[in-house]
C-alpha cells in the first residue's frame, strides 16, 4: 500500500468506529469514464484524518460529457466543495492510446482538437453548475509508446502528444476560477508503472488502477483540499543537531558537524534547501533546539555550507527546556494556532513528548541515522501546499524581518498610540477583481483566528461573487514606514431588502493588534450606507479557534438579535442611520472606495 495508508479492510474499520457528529463536512463529487469507486475510502480516510466527515458521490460510468455539459447527472447537484474528474486517454480516445501509429498527419490534429474542445466544454459546463473547486486529473503518459523507441525523437510522437494535450489541459483550466489539473503523471512516476495499472481489471471492469496508484492519487488530490479547507500549514519548526545537520554541534564544535557536498553531509545540505524553497514558497521558517544559542548562530552565519541562513528565520527557542513549552512560545510569537505547525525533528522522545502534548501540531518524525530520507520525507508531506502563490506569500520572509524592526519601535515607545503613529501606517481598501481574487480566496481558506465565519471559498466562488450584483467582496492593505504587510484582510457582503449582511469577515494573524479590524469595519459600514442600506447584519459562527472574536460587533456597535441561532451561531445588527463620521484614529493615510482620509484630515 501506498506510504501513509493503512490497508482498505483498515481503513473501512477506522471509518466504522470513527465520531463524525461534530467534524466539519467534506462534499466531493466524481465525474468519471473509467472505474474509481475504490478511491472512495481513501479519500474519507484522508478527510477524516484531517477532522472532516468526508462523503464522495460518483456520476455514471462513461457519464463525463453528458453530466458535465448536458446537465444530465445528479453527482453535480448539492453544496460541494470539488469535483474530481477522471477522464485518461485510454477512456477518451481510443485513436491516440491504442491507434497512434496508424494516423496520419490530419488524423492526429483532428484528434488533438476534439480533446481540446471536450476539455473546454466539460470545465465549463462544470463551473456552470457548481462553484466547487476543479480537480482534472491529467493524462499519463505511454509506458510503451506505440512508436517504440522512436517515439522520443519526434515533436509529433505519442509522448510529445499526451504532453501538449496535457498544456492544453492546464490552459483551459487556468482560465476557470477555481480549476485546477492534478499532475497524475507525478503520481505514477512516484509507485511505478507496474504497480499503478492493473491491466487485468481494466479488461474487466474498466478500472484500470491498482489500490496503490489510487491511494496515490488520492493524497495528491487531497493536497489541493487541505489548501481549499483551511488545513495548510504555516510554519515549520526545525530541530537542528541531527536534523539540520549530523552530529551535535555543542560536543564536536562547527567544524566537526556533518554538512556539506560529500556524503552524509550532502543529505542534510540537500534537506536545508527543501526548507528554504518552502521559505519562498511563504511557510515560517522557526527553529526549536535543546542547545547553547551561541553555537547554533555560530553554524548559522560561519558555517561555508549552511543553505539555511538566520535571515530566513523568523523566530528560535533555542535552550534547554522541553520542546512542548518552546513550540507553545513560538505560536505565541508568530501570533499562528498550534494547528499550524510542523514540527521536524529526529528525536522519538522529542515528538513524542509534542505529540502527547500538543496534539494539534503535527509531527514529522525524521529517522535518526537516515538522512538521506529527510528531503522526500518533507517535499512529499503536502502540509504546505497551497493551490495559489501570491505576492503576499513571496514577501512573506521579507515581512517577517521588518516585523522583527516592529517590535523593537514597540519596546522604545512609551505607548501603544505613540507606537501607532510612529509607524505612520496606511490602509487601503478595494473592489476584488481578478489580481486580487486569488489572495483573497486564499485568506479565507487559510485564516482561522481572526475570521467570523470561518468559510471557505475556491477562486471560482470568489469570482461568482465578484460579479453578482448582489454582493461585494472587499479586501484591505495594509502597510507603514518599515514595509508593506500586502492584502491582510477581506469582507464579503450581500445587499437584499434595505439590509447588508456580512457573509465573511477576516484578518490575517499577522496584521492583528494595530486596529486594522475596525477601520476596515468603519469604511465597510460607510459603504452600505452609500448603497441606502438601513442596516448591518453580522453573523458571528463560533469554532475551535475564532473565540477572540465572539464580542468583535459588540464592540463595534452591534446588539445581538434576539432570535435563537443555535449555541455556536450569533447574528448582530447596527442601525446605519446615526453612524459617525469616519474616523480612523493612528493611521496616516486610508484610501477607500469613498475617497482618500489623511492624518491631517482626521
Known sequence: MSAGFPSLV?????????????????????????????IDAYLRYLANRDGMNGSVAFGGFGALVQEAVGDAGAALSGDLDAVLVFAPLIAISKALSSNFAALDAQGLQDEVERLKNLFESVAAGIRRQSGAMILWHGLEPPLYPSLGILDAQKRDGQAATVADLNAALRATLQAVPGAYFVDTAACLARVGG??????????????????????????????????????????????????????????????????????PGSAYLEFQQEVVSLFHRGVMIALCSKNNEEDVWEVFDRHPDMALRRTHVAASRINWRDKATNVRELAEELNIGLDSIVLADDSEFETGLVRDQLPEVEVLNLPRGRPVGYRNELASCGFFDLVTMTTEDRARGAMYGAESARRHARAQAPDLENYYRSLEMTLEIGYADELSIPRVAQLTQKTNQFNLTTRRYGEGEIAGLVRSPQHDVLWVRAGDKLGDLGIVGACILEYGNGT????????????????????????????????????????????????QVDRFFVENGFSERGEAHGPDRHVFERRLDALPLREHGHFAHVASPLGVMTARGM
Open 10 to 38: 483498515e481503513i473501512e474499520d477506522l471509518l466504522a468506529a470513527a465520531d463524525t457528529a461534530a467534524t466539519e463536512p467534506l462534499r466531493l463529487a466524481v465525474l468519471r469514464e473509467v472505474t474509481v469507486e475504490p
Open 194 to 263: 507496474s504497480r499503478f495499472y492493473d491491466t487485468r481489471y481494466w479488461h474487466l471492469a474498466r478500472a484500470p488502477y491498482t489500490p496503490v496508484a489510487l491511494a496515490e492519487i488520492a493524497a495528491e488530490d487531497f493536497k489541493f483540499v487541505r489548501a481549499l479547507k483551511g488545513k495548510a500549514k504555516k510554519c515549520l519548526v526545525l530541530d537542528c543537531d541531527n536534523t539540520l545537520w549530523g552530529g551535535i554541534v555543542g560536543e564536536e564544535g562547527m567544524g566537526g558537524i556533518m554538512l556539506g557536498k560529500d556524503y
Open 500 to 547: 447588508v449582511s456580512i457573509d465573511t469577515f477576516l484578518l490575517s494573524c499577522r496584521a492583528l493588534g494595530r486596529g486594522i479590524e475596525q477601520a476596515f469595519l468603519s469604511e465597510i459600514l460607510q459603504i452600505s450606507r452609500a448603497r441606502d442600506a438601513r442596516s448591518v447584519q453580522g453573523e458571528y459562527i463560533r469554532t475551535a479557534k475564532n473565540a
